[in-house]
């Protein structure tokens, strides 16, 4: 019925990218950031030093882990260690600023599929809950009107308070299983980035969704980072 082995109780979708359009905001948002500071760094957008921020770098690096891991994996990308603390900690809040004017702008929309997907979830009685590596989890579960969904969020808050490793570590998937009151084999993952298919195999749950949202190689590369099935959208897993 939902596309899903029967030993399934519980689905722990995460959000931006997953249940709403937002990655795309946080991925616009995370360009402008590391391009002004890239361009900064290389003297301007047109010194020879200057390479732009790209949509692989996105996926590679950022899309799906908290916002500091992300900032400190793309910049070892680019063989930049030499910042500090407060100067990753000033490039994730000047992104978050851009974002947040972004998100009130745009109001934040859910996938129509999955909606559909979370109405004939609740109507199946899959329990759900959701968990994402950002801090804006409850502000655009809200702008999107799917709080009513959720009986669980772990979200960004969440993981920095209990001071837990980000995806691609499964711990943040693994605390919404304990908080829904599953084993991980009773649960399935819903992921659009890599590293939260990563998250989602390391961690041993039921059943990992790949979601691609991007197309080129992400299925072939969801599917090589443990993803039991690659869907491009929620839908697709309920009867036509
Ligand atoms: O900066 P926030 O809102 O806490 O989000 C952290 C990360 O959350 C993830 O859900 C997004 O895929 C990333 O793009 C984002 O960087």
């Known amino acids: 019925m939902l596309g899903l082995p029967e030993v399934i109780t519980v689905a722990l979708f995460d959000l931006d990218g997953v249940l709403t359009e937002t990655a795309v905001l946080h991925r616009k948002a995370w360009k402008k950031t590391f391009d002004a500071f890239l361009a900064d760094r290389a003297g301007g957008v047109d010194a020879p030093g200057f390479v732009e921020f790209t ?59 999955s909606v559909r997907y979370l109405n004939a979830a609740r109507d199946a009685g899959l329990r759900i809950a959701v968990v994402t590596s950002s801090k804006n989890g409850g502000p655009v579960l809200e702008a999107a009107d799917l709080s009513g969904f959720v009986e669980v969020r772990v979200d960004g808050l969440e993981i920095a308070a209990r001071g837990l490793n980000g995806k691609p570590a499964p711990d943040s998937y693994l605390l919404g299983a304990e908080l829904m009151g599953v084993e991980p084999a009773a649960a399935a993952v819903f992921e659009d980035a890599i590293s939260g298919v990563r998250a989602g195999s390391a961690g041993k749950f039921g059943y990992v969704v790949g979601i691609d949202r991007v197309g080129g190689g992400q299925a072939e590369a969801m599917r090589a980072a443990g993803a039991d099935i690659v869907v491009n959208d929620l839908d697709e897993l309920l009867p036509a």
């Open 55 to 113: 949509d692989q770098d996105y996926l590679d690096y950022v899309d799906g882990r908290p916002r500091e891991d992300g900032v400190r994996a793309f910049l070892a990308s680019r063989g930049i260690t030499d910042v500090d603390p407060a100067t990753v900690a000033a490039i994730g809040n000047g992104k978050n600023d851009m974002f947040l004017v972004s998100l009130a702008e745009d109001g934040g929309h859910a996938y129509p599929g």
